[in-house]
């Protein structure tokens, strides 16, 4: 197979696992990942077929949904199918380990430059239109409020803190996480894309208590 039909064939596999998904980890979230990883890696340099296939398998190791082994032994099961060598496998599973975000102040290091993409796409995926969008739906199934002023956001400080997060607003989760990201971005792309998208957000906040309060 050439990397071409081996990344189709990873969407579709990956569409497939994915499909009915509805908390912001469907496929059309590693579909924008996908997408973004490509247009900012153009600008950097990396291998491209580590980019993709890393963007498109990026979430079947996440904690929420897998166990962080079972999620990997997923993967490498996957790309051993298609006859990738432990190389590369190697490679790929090591990116996606980097990408994931653990926390206001967890220092989440990436050991590549493919890892540097993939995690600026990801985090791309969760500011701007489409994070406050992500950020509602997430928040509608764990049955959390929109806000709640007597509710204050804390910065985590471990992982294992982050997780458990408490009865928190969605608002929160912006101060928590997604109003932090612009300062994380690795890439000149990233980091320019993540600027619009943040004044987006700060945009809508500013509305959004204005009409809490009847103000606009
Ligand atoms: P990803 O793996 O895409 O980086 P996460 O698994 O952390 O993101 O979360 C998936 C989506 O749900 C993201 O858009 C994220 O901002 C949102 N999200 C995660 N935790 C919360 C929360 N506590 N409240 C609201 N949205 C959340
Ligand atoms: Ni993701």
Redesign the pocket.
């Known amino acids: 197979m050439t990397n071409d039909e081996i990344i189709k064939r990873t969407a579709e596999f990956i569409e497939g696992e994915f499909k009915g998904e509805s908390?912001?980890?469907d496929w059309w979230?590693i579909y924008r990942v996908w997408k973004d990883s490509v247009s900012i890696g153009a600008k950097e340099n990396v291998d491209m077929f580590l980019v993709e296939m890393s963007a498109l398998l990026h979430?079947l190791s996440?904690f929420?949904f897998n166990e962080e082994k079972e999620g990997q032994n997923k993967v490498v099961a996957f790309l051993a199918s298609l006859g990738l060598d432990d190389e590369i496998i190697k490679r790929i599973t090591l990116i996606i380990e980097d990408i994931?975000?653990k926390g206001a102040e967890v220092d989440a290091k990436t050991r590549s430059e493919e890892a540097k993409v993939v995690q600026d796409a990801?985090?791309l995926?969760?500011i701007g239109a489409m994070?406050i969008a992500?950020?509602f739906a997430?928040?509608g199934k764990v049955g959390?409020p929109l806000y709640d002023p007597d509710v204050r956001a804390t910065m985590h400080k471990s992982f294992e803190d982050y997780k458990k997060?408490g009865n928190?607003s969605?608002i929160n989760?912006f101060y928590e996480?997604?109003l932090l990201l612009k300062n994380k971005m690795n890439t000149k792309t990233g980091k320019e894309l993540a600027q619009q998208r943040h004044e987006f957000m700060e945009i809508f906040l500013d509305r959004f208590y204005k009409e809490w309060e009847g103000k606009a």
Do not use: M, Q, V
């Open positions: 908390t912001g980890h979230h979430d996440d929420k994931s975000f990801d985090r995926d969760a994070g992500r950020a997430y928040g959390r997060h928190s969605t989760h996480k997604l």
